[in-house]
Each structure stands twice: as C-alpha cells, then as structure tokens.
C-alpha cells in the first residue's frame, strides 16, 4: 500500500501562485509515475502533470507552461507549482502515483479556488 500526503492547496486571485506538494509513503518501491490530476464540479477528472522516475514530464493541454512539476526522490514528494493561475483552474487537485502493473493510488485531494 501506497500513503499519500497533500498539502498547499487554497484560495488564491487571478495571476497568483499555489504551490502543492504530495508526500508518498508505505511501500514506495518501483513508484513509477508521480502526477496530479484535477476535477472540477460537473467534470471529468484530468491530467495536470505527471512525473516519470526518470524526469520525464507530460502535461495537460491547458497548461500551457504555467505549471511546473517537480519530483524529490529522496523525500518520495512530488510538487506542482502553479503559476498564472485562472478562475476555470478551480478544482479538487488530487496526487496519484503509480507503481508497475498496479491501479493507481490516490490521495484525498486538495481544493484550489481562484477568485477574485
């Protein structure tokens, strides 16, 4: 079993920054992709970013290079700086990581609110 911890979520106006970081902890071996996904009400949950253990990153559409993730090994953390940030960025933003040839696990999410 995977534990996975998430904190920096909050209210934040238009053009400002979050940062979200997510600790993984249990049995953390052979975690392959480190990523965050988001859902907002009356949608379909998607990709924000993902992280491969050997730094590879892949990116929503709508990113559009103003989100950054970032991945410490060593603390087994997987961080999503967001930056420019939009009304329509308003969402549960959820961590999940993905050891080989298993479902993925997911934390309990963190609400992001950009407004005004």
């Known amino acids: 079993q995977v534990q996975l911890v998430e904190s920096g979520g909050g209210l934040v106006q238009p053009g400002g920054s979050l940062r979200l970081s997510c600790e993984a902890s249990g049995s953390i071996k052979s975690i392959h992709v480190m990523g965050w996904y988001r859902q907002a009400p009356e949608k379909q949950r998607e990709l924000v970013a993902n992280?491969?253990?050997?730094?590879?990153?892949t990116y929503g559409d709508f990113v559009k290079g103003r989100f950054t993730i970032s991945r410490d090994n060593a603390k087994n953390t997987v961080h999503l700086q967001m930056n420019s940030l939009k009304p329509e960025d308003t969402a549960v933003y959820y961590c999940c990581v993905m050891r080989v040839d298993e479902p993925p696990y997911w934390g309990q999410g963190t609400q992001v609110t950009v407004s005004s």
């Open positions: 992280i491969f253990s050997g730094g590879s990153t």
